[in-house]
């Protein structure tokens, strides 16, 4: 079974400064999506990024990027230029590329940002 | 477009009851997920509904049981309700296509308390 890590309970970041969340999983698959969501305190999870396993380019979505390292399994969100609305509660998932289509989800425990001002 | 929207928002139970929760998929939408999202377990997969049909189900008692109808609202149904189950259930609605494009939708959750 796929498991997914979040070491970081809590992080803190200045306005404007950059913060890494790190992100590990286990799997036997080779194929398969990782994603980030992020959920503010209004509790409506959104979708920040997501890596396709197969592909080696890092995504990146404007101030958002990540650091993919398929054989060491994982799977680091880098903020740049935190800004106060990106004070949230962030997860890791992966979602199988195989046992036909599905949606499933799995989850990390999340990682707690505050932004400082 | 209406984003994904659930009800209710919010309800109260007691044990042994049984609890109904709805959502609404984004117009168009014809994949609906659920899950439980406690502080202890975190976020887990309940089920997915796609055309109506189970396509997918977690590791959850069968009390735990769900439903789509044809214009891809989705229920679920808690019965017999433990204490335990007092979670947010959250439900995310997507087009269900191709994992590389389609995007699940979160919608705010109904926060369940069972006394």
């Known amino acids: 079974a796929q498991t997914v890590t979040q070491s970081q309970p809590e992080m803190s970041v200045q306005e404007a400064e950059t913060v890494t969340l790190s992100c590990t999983y286990d799997?036997?698959?080779?194929?398969?999506?990782l994603f980030w969501y992020k959920q503010p305190p209004s509790r409506q999870m959104i979708l920040v990024i997501r890596?396709?396993?197969?592909?080696?380019q890092n995504a990146t979505e404007n101030r958002f990027s990540v650091n993919f390292q398929k054989a060491a399994k994982s799977f680091s969100l880098k903020i740049s230029d935190s800004q106060l609305g990106d004070a949230a509660m962030y997860f890791c998932?992966?979602?199988?590329?195989?046992?036909?289509?599905?949606?499933?989800?799995?989850f990390g425990t999340g990682t707690l940002l505050a932004v400082q001002p | 477009k209406a984003g994904v929207t659930q009800t209710p928002r919010y309800l109260i139970k007691t044990r042994g009851q049984q609890v109904t929760l709805s959502c609404s998929p984004i117009?168009?939408?014809?994949?609906v997920s659920w899950y439980q999202q406690t502080p202890g377990q975190g976020l887990q997969f309940l089920f997915e509904?796609?055309?109506?049909?189970?396509?997918n189900k977690g590791n959850f008692p069968g009390r735990f049981s769900g439903r789509q109808f044809s214009n891809s609202r989705s229920e679920m149904n808690v019965s017999t309700l433990e204490l335990g189950d007092s979670a947010l259930y959250l439900c995310?609605?997507?087009?269900?296509?191709?994992?590389?494009?389609?995007?699940?939708?979160f919608g705010p959750g109904t926060r369940l308390t069972v006394l």
């Open positions: 995310a609605s997507s087009l269900g296509g191709h994992p590389s494009t389609d995007t699940q939708y």
């Open positions: 799997t036997s698959e080779s194929d398969y999506y």
């Open positions: 890596q396709e396993a197969y592909k080696q």
């Open positions: 998932a992966y979602r199988s590329a195989y046992g036909g289509a599905t949606n499933k989800l799995i």
């Open positions: 117009s168009g939408h014809r994949s």
């Open positions: 509904y796609f055309s109506e049909t189970q396509r």
